[in-house]
């Protein structure tokens, strides 16, 4: 769970950045935009990140294995 600070809930920018649509929740993450709470639900799989190529984490292995 991640949660604002109390005293950062009346800053003008925490409270301009709730207020904006801008980014899309991901269904792994549960947000109460009243009470300024996130809570991580599950691990995200690679289909649910949203990048433009295609991932391929062996070849992450296999650089960082060198």
Known sequence: MIEVRQKSK???T????VQLAERDVP????VDHNKMV???VRVP?????????????????????R
């Open 10 to 12: 009346q800053l003008v």
């Open 14 to 17: 925490v409270l301009e950045s």
């Open 27 to 30: 269904d792994y993450i549960e």
């Open 38 to 40: 996130a809570t991580f």
């Open 45 to 65: 799989g690679l289909s649910d990140v949203p990048y433009a190529v295609v991932m391929e984490p062996q070849l992450v292995v296999e650089f960082y294995s």
